[in-house]
């Protein structure tokens, strides 16, 4: 139900491990510091173009060749940024991304914990917090992938709860306190959408502007329309 399989094509996608011999969706991103840290070891590698004003950090960091990075980035990392690459002006790269090839992050755009497959775009100011964009999805304006639910709760150790997704009539424990989106390949979301923790959508599907959608396992092909009135009268 949750294979990467029955989301993105996973042929030819290797991360560290190849993306097909993962169980799960979310175990990818459990495992997302230390699959960086097999890409990259502690190596620094910077081959592609960075702006004199973008701010790379001294950890490791792999920058590939044709990938660019604009002024005002900051590259916090550990980071995997490969061929083809566009990290735009103002954005903020946190620790274990893997952006791959041809994916971008836009203008005053936060990813963290994140996997971009090839072609992935989050172009204008989205956050991108322990989620996973498949080929070819595209985020509009304002897209916010939350990760962290506002009222989930404390275990009495002190640690958070996990994210439980509503899957199949039952609760699907995820082992992960903070879990955003798994959009699947060509995936399109409108602007200002927001994704609450642990929404996972299957490919091809539609969400449209300002849509607010519930943690759960949506179907692929699947039109989410948010409906509003709006009254239109004269000015007095």
């Known amino acids: ?51 004199r004003t973008a701010v790379v950090d001294d950890g490791p960091v792999y920058i590939a060749e044709n990938a660019t990075i604009e002024p005002g980035v900051y590259v916090k990392g550990p980071a995997y940024i490969g061929p083809g690459v566009t990290i735009r002006h103002g954005a903020y790269v946190r620790e274990a991304c893997v952006f791959l090839d041809g994916s971008l992050l836009g203008h005053a ?12 775009k989050a172009p204008h100011f989205a956050y991108v917090g322990d989620s996973i964009l498949g080929r070819r999805v595209n985020l509009g304006a304002g897209t916010k992938l939350s990760n962290l639910p506002i009222v989930g709760g404390r275990q009495p150790d002190g640690r958070r709860r996990s994210i439980l997704i509503p899957a199949g009539g039952k609760q699907v424990d995820t082992g992960l306190s903070k879990l955003g989106a798994v959009l699947g390949d060509d995936v399109e979301v409108g602007c200002n959408a927001v994704l609450n923790p642990g929404v996972v959508v299957g490919p091809r599907s539609l969400i449209y ?12 092909a699947t039109l989410f329309k948010l409906r509003q009135t709006i009254d239109i009268d004269e000015r007095k």
Do not use: C
Request: glycine share 10%; charged share 15%.
């Open 109 to 120: 755009s936060e990813a963290k914990n994140a996997l971009f497959l090839p072609g992935a």
């Open 209 to 220: 502007p300002n849509a607010t959608l519930r943690k759960g396992l949506y179907s692929a």
């Open 1 to 51: 139900m949750f294979h990467p399989a029955n989301f993105f094509d996973v042929a030819g996608i290797d991360v560290g491990r190849p993306l097909g011999d993962f169980a799960t969706v979310w175990e990818i991103l459990g495992s997302l510091p230390e699959l960086v840290d097999t890409l990259l070891g502690s190596q620094r590698i910077i081959k592609g173009s960075v702006a």
